[in-house]
């Protein structure tokens, strides 16, 4: 593999860990929502969300991470109808309206909110984040996402859907105005606050950004003060040839689904490379790997619990999901025939990760369901932990632990996994001091390597990225 799981002092490094889900009733797509384990979460309550940031701090997991969008899966059957039935991430509240209330319940947890380019303007979103990076004192991240969904297009006023490369062009020049915004804005010290003058801030260091680009444009300034991060931490999903470009220029966080440890390492190494070719650092992106799991006391009762849990399953709302992410109607496809080469401008990186992780492989659409919907590990915390290292060992910085059971197997997870993956050095004891990002950077700012940085006045002073 291509790096080892421990640091420059030979010690283990941990990985970081993630909680995925999203603010609906199965919470992971296309799995069912009224199995027991799914139940007993409330996506509707907030009292549900306030427990699961608890105990999820608890267990000392860095952070929750949300999956969103903002339309419903209609590609199976030209309808939306298997997606209604089955709850197929739909119904779906928006997730950053969680986050005030959790981090007032909470102390370390971070917030990863997904939002795609197309749901908001940039001001509208800059001014949001921001502001929910003041009142969570930096604990906030954003997955960029640049939405495959039609319905999620047409909701906001467009015909049909852009094309895959538009996507992401369109999401670089969004990016560039919340950059402008958030940290060209305002000076570093414009804010002064003088009780005694009665001078809140000095007009002098504040500034408009007058953007105008292809698809957007920004007059400024921005009406929200610098808050501890500036900019949210930044993850970016996308494991397409576009959506590896993209990260490597902007993300600090890649969320890979990679469907093999062998694929996980062909990604590390080749945004690690990407990294350094736009003139970053090849740590300057921590990558998190998608795992799921369900664990026991027993092998005999892990594997209880996933029987369990596969009784629950339908095809139907796996299909559903399938068909939107390949963007292949599955209905009339017989799921056991090769997928061959698509040309599609949905997931592409869904049919990317299928041919890296294992490249001599020709996969059928079921198959493909079933790397989607079953675990990656059933079993014992020794036999999981097994699974743990295949993965660290192939380069990857953090997991983003979905439980396709629902969420109260986290209760397990942290009564059986989380103890003997601290004791093996895999998973930190404790936070880290300060915001989100100097939890896992060292400093609450972007370093300059990163492309927002250039829109700086003067050079950052006290708690410096280098």
């Known amino acids: 593999m291509s790096n080892d799981v421990t640091g420059q002092s030979g010690k283990r490094r941990p990985l970081k860990f993630c909680m995925f889900t999203t603010n609906s009733p199965s919470g992971y797509p296309g799995t069912p929502w009224n199995q ?10 907030l009292k549900s969300w306030i427990q699961l940031a608890r105990d999820l701090e608890a267990a000392k997991f860095d952070a929750i991470f949300w999956a969103d969008h903002s339309g419903v899966y209609d590609t199976f059957g030209g309808s939306r109808d298997a997606t209604v039935r089955n709850s197929v ?6 997730p950053a309206t969680l986050i005030s209330a959790l981090a007032a319940a909470t102390e370390n947890l971070g917030f990863a909110f997904s939002e795609n380019v197309i749901q908001a303007p940039p001001y509208s979103f800059a001014r949001r984040v921001a502001s929910l990076d003041h009142l969570t004192e930096g604990r906030v991240a954003w997955n960029i996402v ?16 852009a094309t895959h490369a538009e996507r992401y062009e369109r999401a670089a020049d969004y990016v560039d105005v919340v950059y402008k915004l958030l940290e060209g804005s305002w000076e570093d010290d414009a804010v002064v606050r003088d009780v005694d003058s009665g001078v809140y801030a000095d007009p002098a260091k504040l500034h408009p950004i007058d953007h105008v680009g292809k698809f957007y444009s920004c007059a400024g ?61 090849a740590d300057d992106a921590l990558v998190f790997q998608a795992f799921t799991c369900i664990v026991g006391a027993t092998e005999e009762e892990a594997q209880r619990k996933s029987a369990e849990y596969h009784a629950f399953l339908k095809d139907e709302a796996g299909l559903a999901y399938l068909s939107a992410a390949m963007g292949v109607d599955l209905k009339d496809v017989d799921v056991d025939t090769p997928i061959g080469d698509l040309n599609t401008e949905a997931m592409q990186g869904a049919l990317r990760a299928l041919a890296e992780g294992f490249p001599n ?13 079953y675990p990656h590990a059933v079993g014992t915390a020794d036999q999981v932990i097994a699974h743990i290292e295949e993965w660290a060992a192939s380069g990857i910085d953090g997991l983003n632990i979905a439980f396709l059971n629902g969420a109260g197997e ?3 997870f942290s009564r059986y996994l989380v103890p003997e993956l601290q004791r ?18 060292g400093t609450s700012r972007l370093n300059d390597r990163h492309p927002a940085a250039k829109y700086r006045h003067r050079a950052l002073a006290g708690d410096a990225a280098s």
């Open 36 to 45: 027991p384990l799914a139940a007993g979460h409330d996506y509707r309550s």
């Open 89 to 94: 991430q739909f119904p779906i509240n928006d």
């Open 146 to 161: 640049t939405s495959f969904q039609r319905t999620a297009w047409r909701n906001v006023g467009f015909e049909e859907v």
């Open 221 to 281: 300034p921005f009406c929200v003060e610098p808050s501890p991060q500036r900019v949210p931490v930044l993850f970016q999903a996308g494991s397409s040839s576009d959506g590896r470009a993209f990260s490597a220029r902007n993300a600090e966080a890649v969320f890979i689904s990679a469907k093999s440890p062998k694929g996980a390492e062909t990604f590390v190494n080749d945004l690690r490379s990407q990294l350094v070719e736009v003139g970053r650092n």
């Open 361 to 373: 492989k020709q996969w059928t659409f079921r198959e493909a369901l079933m790397k989607a919907m």
């Open 410 to 412: 986290l209760a397990d």
């Open 424 to 441: 093996r050095g895999l998973m930190q004891t404790d936070y880290a001091p300060g915001t989100l990002r100097k939890k896992w950077f």
